[in-house]
T-cell receptor, first 109, second 116 residues
Framework: KNEVEQSPQNLTAQEGEFITINCSYSVGISALHWLQQHPGGGIVSLFMLSSGKKKHGRLIATINIQEKHSSLHITASHPRDSAVYICAVRNFGNEKLTFGTGTRLTIIP | DAGVTQSPTHLIKTRGQQVTLRCSPISGHKSVSWYQQVLGQGPQFIFQYYEKEERGRGNFPDRFSARQFPNYSSELNVNALLLGDSALYLC???????????????FGPGTRLTVL
């Protein structure tokens, strides 16, 4: 079993829909990252969380430390949101990131 | 201020050759981490360097090595290349390493290595 599991692996939605991507992890962590990767490879950090909830524009990220679960939400989705969204956790005591395999999101106009 | 930069952007090598990838962190960042991302998978941790010392190593063979220079830039070297080394190699920098707290990592655009 991978330390970091994401669901779904692929998600296709219509423009405007509310999107939820889930991440579960099995180890103790000091922080959880949500990252966005576009075709070509560049990775952009969206959020870094250790508790609670963060919001940036149409993006919302939540984390439940007790349940070892995090969600990334996108409101009013747009085709430019199409990308791979990756959850990564930071182990205690170092900066090693362990990544999920990503969720490929496609928003159809 | 420039973000994390990596060079080259693309590279084609043949099996058995050696390759050196370069990374320049964001100005002021002292920690550099390297990741390998094989097509269709999430990135895998290779190395972390802080203040020119190796602070973490992932499950990669000794063919992989790295170093960090006094200006905090870093090189990743891979010897005796195999077909399976074809991947996107990502570099990430962060401000500093803390044992209790955490620092956001900023990623470079990556170097896409193809081994033929």
């Amino acid at each position: 079993k991978n330390e970091v599991e994401q669901s779904p692996q692929n998600l296709t939605a219509q423009e405007g829909e509310f999107i939820t991507i889930n991440c579960s992890y099995s180890v103790g962590i000091s922080a959880l990252h949500w990252l966005q990767q576009h075709p070509g490879g560049g990775i952009v950090s969206l959020f870094m969380l250790s508790s609670g909830k963060k919001k940036h524009g149409r993006l919302i990220a939540t984390i439940n430390i007790q349940e070892k679960h995090s969600s990334l939400h996108i409101t009013a989705s747009h085709p430019r949101d199409s990308a791979v969204y990756i959850c990564a956790v930071r182990n205690f005591g170092n900066e090693k990131l362990t990544f999920g395999t990503g969720t490929r999101l496609t928003i159809i106009p | 201020d420039a973000g994390v930069t990596q060079s080259p952007t693309h590279l084609i090598k043949t099996r058995g050759q050696q390759v050196t990838l370069r990374c320049s962190p964001i100005s002021g960042h002292k920690s550099v981490s390297w990741y390998q991302q094989v097509l269709g998978q999430g990135p895998q941790f290779i190395f972390q360097y802080y203040e020119k010392e190796e602070r973490g190593r992932g499950n990669f063979p000794d063919r992989f090595s790295a170093r960090q220079f006094p200006n905090y830039s870093s090189e990743l070297n891979v010897n005796a290349l195999l077909l399976g080394d074809s991947a996107l190699y990502l570099c990430a920098s962060s401000l500093k390493i803390l044992t209790v707290s955490y620092n956001e990592q900023f990623f470079g655009p990556g170097t896409r290595l193809t081994v033929l």
